[in-house]
């Protein structure tokens, strides 16, 4: 009888317990017959609605099994990943240098255990498309997915339907995934697990005495902060209002939300004792996954994705009085990047619709009376505001992962969708082909490869740890495959046979490498970025795009136009040298056979593209 009893229970431990095997660097555990998830708190889970719909899909979350190894093993045994994103964040934080008076302090502690990639940029400088892009592994050109209004949910797209994106995969390689706020933009929430909240751009002002049943009053319409002059905030609630979080006066209020998941009251009393925003609300949230999580018993951990994305300094870059403070207008400086008429050897005005940039610069110039430079300096706060009060929030969530026991075993990836021009060519915008715009901040941190003696610079003091950088070109579609490498994931991302393989190349070997130059790079050597705009059929490829070489920036629009820069005598590309006049020689080099040599370099890649794409038709 004793025997019996003892085989029973044998039995039950473990159709219950996850059986961890080591096979080829890779192990998940097999068959559970308990599809109820006992491990989550539903008080810190988000919307349960969410997670009890992933039960209905065709693996339960303890039911694993075994996936094909990957081709080497992972840095950690299955690591977790913390990833991290801003929204319309350029180089304007510590290191970077395109602001002098960024204050980033969170960021940068974690480039001193991290590599900062210098040269990343991405591949479509346009918050959805960036996004479809780097979350599906592939290139807009590879998916067609150029344009914001193609689809409302981009996983409906032709180019895209066949694509398992990098959260959907690390859920079929049997990780536990969270997330919250703006990451994807447009897709389903129900690809993650647990859903923490959903990304709005408030607060915004609104009129409470016009709203007779609240503030979710569809009826009333969201206002640009009444500190903003006109015309300027005739650009609306999201692009022409900025300013701080304050007790408003006159019968005005704050909201936060949008028209299809309703609006909430954001009550603001003074600067301490106010409601939380949407990027604090998802701070807080992660915080409380990574303490839920840690509480558990280390037998039921399950490697877990959390993604966070916040979406200051998006606008309206609305944060707290403090963080506007912190950078006082009469000692801020303007960026060394701006230069008085730039705009006219370009060739983005050419194009039949020039975009909405040019108009929001001059507007606000115009609003301040005709004054340049202190309309931007206005306008420049704001945005550093806003960056700095994200990055407080950033330092709160990675505090909290140092407090837990998953900090030696998780992987933080920090980036944002692209950059953002502020006055620079006499824009205020994104969607731009230079470098404000397509240059982004991209740290990744992996324990036991970027952190550790092996990874400390000799230069560097105990006290001021230089951060690890690489100048590298690389690309936000590299990061799909650099996190597959890392955690050892199946290399197929296709759900059917019409499914293509990922464009992005892995960014091991520069994390790994004490210098880039001693890494082995199997990418393209430029960074490839496309503009969202409408296709061409007239032309050859249809769509703008630029390749940032090491020592060059090649641009060509879709109306034939095109323009280069000599990156390393004008840092700023402030002498386009495919205008006629302007030069015949750059370096010794005849302009025209180099400009001839770029676009044989992006029509060959673009076309191979297009190639690849017929085979999988």
Not at 321 to 340: I, R, V
Not at 519 to 534: N, V
């Amino acid at each position: 009888i004793l025997g019996a009893a003892l085989i029973l229970c044998f039995a039950t431990f473990a159709s219950t317990a996850f059986i961890r095997r080591q096979q080829g660097g890779l192990f998940v555990p097999v068959d559970n017959n308990d599809e109820t998830d006992t491990r989550t708190n539903s008080a810190v889970r988000g919307d349960s609605s969410y997670e009890a719909e992933w039960k209905q899909k065709k693996w339960n979350n303890n039911k694993w099994k075994l996936k094909e190894a990957a081709a080497e093993p992972p840095a950690l045994e299955r690591p977790n990943v913390l990833f991290l994103m801003c929204d319309d964040l350029n180089d304007y934080i510590e290191t970077m240098g395109g602001h002098p008076q960024a204050i980033t302090p969170n960021i940068r502690r974690l480039m001193e255990t991290s590599v900062s990639f210098t040269q990343a940029h991405s591949n479509i400088p346009l918050c959805k498309p960036s996004r479809s892009s780097f979350l599906s592994g592939l290139y807009p050109h590879t998916s067609k997915y150029v344009k914001t209004d193609d689809l409302p949910r981009p996983e409906e797209f032709e180019g895209l339907e066949h694509q398992r994106t990098m959260v959907e995969h690390f859920n079929e390689n049997g990780y536990l995934t969270m997330g919250t706020g703006k990451i994807y933009h447009g897709y389903k929430q129900s690809y993650w697990q647990r859903v923490g909240h959903k990304s709005d751009y408030g607060p915004f002002v609104y009129n409470r005495t016009e709203a007779p049943d609240g503030p979710n009053d569809e009826n009333v319409e969201n206002l640009a902060h009444p500190i903003v002059p006109r015309p300027f905030r005739h650009h609306g609630p999201v692009r022409g209002s900025f300013g701080p979080l304050e007790k408003l006066e006159d019968g005005l209020g704050w909201r936060s939300g949008d028209l299809h998941q309703g609006f909430r009251e954001l009550k603001v009393h003074t600067e301490t004792n106010r409601d939380m925003t949407t990027d604090e609300q998802s701070a807080s949230w992660a915080i409380e996954q990574l303490q839920d999580l840690d509480s558990q018993s280390e037998e039921d951990d399950q490697p877990f994705f959390l993604g966070v994305g916040l979406v200051r300094p998006h606008g309206p870059m609305i944060v707290s009085q403090k963080y506007f403070d912190m950078y006082p207008l009469d000692t801020l400086q303007l960026p060394h990047s701006l230069l008085d008429n730039d705009v006219n050897d370009t060739m983005r005005q050419t194009l039949s619709r020039p975009g909405v940039g040019q108009l929001m610069y001059h507007d606000l110039i115009n609003s301040f009376n005709g004054y340049k430079k202190a309309a931007l300096r206005r306008y420049i706060q704001a945005y550093l505001a806003s960056i700095t009060a994200a990055d407080e929030l950033l330092g709160q969530i990675l505090d909290a992962l140092d407090q837990t026991r998953f900090k030696e075993n998780t992987i933080v990836v920090f980036t944002s969708d692209h950059g953002y021009h502020l006055g620079q060519k006499d824009y205020l915008a994104k969607n731009l082909l230079w470098q404000t715009t397509t240059r982004v901040p991209l740290v990744v941190r992996v324990p036991g490869m970027t952190t550790g003696e092996a990874a400390v610079d000799d230069s560097a003091s105990e006290s001021s740890p230089t951060p690890r950088t690489s100048d590298q070109l690389v690309t936000l579609v590299d990061l799909f495959p650099t996190l597959i490498d890392l955690c050892g994931l199946s290399k197929d991302t296709a759900k059917n046979e019409k499914g293509k393989p990922l464009d992005g190349h892995s960014l091991r070997p520069f994390l790994t490498a004490s210098k880039s130059d001693d890494a082995t790079w199997e990418g393209p050597d430029f960074a490839l970025s496309a503009m969202s705009y409408k296709h061409d059929p007239s032309d050859q490829i249809g769509i703008g795009f630029s390749t940032r070489y090491e020592t060059w920036r090649y641009i060509r629009y879709a109306n034939g136009k095109e323009e280069l820069y000599d990156t390393i005598n004008d840092p700023y590309e402030w002498t386009n040298l495919a205008i006629a006049g302007n030069t015949t020689t750059a370096r010794g080099q005849d302009v025209d056979t180099l400009l001839e040599g770029f676009r044989d370099d992006l029509f060959r890649f673009v076309q191979k593209a297009e190639q690849s794409n017929a085979r999988h038709m």
